[in-house]
């Protein structure tokens, strides 16, 4: 069965730095891509970016890129989000999708990160 | 960026009823519209892919077509469980967009 497990809710400052992982279990975790996707409360759905964890290669939404790095570690399985300065507007609840041909077909169950001084 | 223009974003109909929600592309994506299904707290659920594909395990009242770059995803006699609110998703092109997001009530 594939699965996607996510780190724990954060609670953090303007101006701290936050790593947030996804790990995926029950399937070649090289085989395709893992997506990072944001909902901010109340709001629709946002594609950041994604990672092939068999090489790292990453594509960003424009709009994020230099504001996030998602990374992998193909030996654990394990996808990540990562910011160096979080901003109160970072505020949302943040998936992780595995596309094995493209459409998200399994999901993590989220991360809410909460920026808040 | 491919825009996903869906429509309406709120809707209210009765049990039993015929729901059709739309998306209008923006630039030809052929046929890659994904649709998903978002109960609160919840993660979304892929329903149907390449605009018409139902997924495994999705009961048969949901489907979805293709006309040109307008998408539309239909259920055919709403139940109770169907209460959620329902995103497009074009993966065509990168970035990858989202719809608005359809929010569906019961009457």
């Known amino acids: 069965e594939v699965q996607l497990v996510q780190s724990g809710a954060e609670v953090k400052k303007p101006g701290e730095s936050l790593r947030i992982f996804c790990k995926g279990s029950g399937y070649s975790f090289t085989n395709s891509w893992i997506n990072w996707v944001r909902q901010m409360p109340g709001k629709g759905l946002e594609w950041m970016g994604r990672i092939d964890p068999s090489d790292s290669h990453t594509n960003y939404s424009p709009s994020l890129q230099g504001h996030v790095t998602i990374s992998a570690d193909k030996s654990i399985n394990t996808a990540y989000l990562q910011w160096r300065s979080l901003k109160a507007s970072d505020t949302a609840m943040y998936y992780c999708?595995?596309?094995?041909?493209?459409?998200?077909?399994?999901w993590g169950q989220g991360t809410l990160v909460t920026v808040s001084s | 960026d491919i825009q996903m223009t869906q429509s309406p974003s709120s809707l209210s109909a009765s049990v039993g009823d015929r729901v059709t929600l739309t998306c209008q592309a923006s630039?030809?994506?052929?046929?890659?519209c994904n649709w998903y299904q978002q109960k609160p707290g919840k993660a979304p659920k892929l329903l149907i892919s390449?605009?018409?594909n139902l997924e495994t395990g999705v009961p048969s009242r949901f489907s979805g077509s293709r006309s040109g770059t307008h998408f539309t995803f239909t259920i055919s006699s709403l139940q109770p469980e169907d209460i959620a609110t329902y995103f497009c998703?074009?993966?065509?092109?990168?970035?990858?967009?989202f719809g608005q997001g359809t929010k569906l009530e019961i009457k």
């Open positions: 390449d605009a018409s």
């Open positions: 630039q030809d994506i052929d046929n890659y």
């Open positions: 998703q074009q993966y065509d092109n990168l970035p990858y967009t």
């Open positions: 999708a595995y596309s094995p041909e493209g459409p998200f077909d399994y």
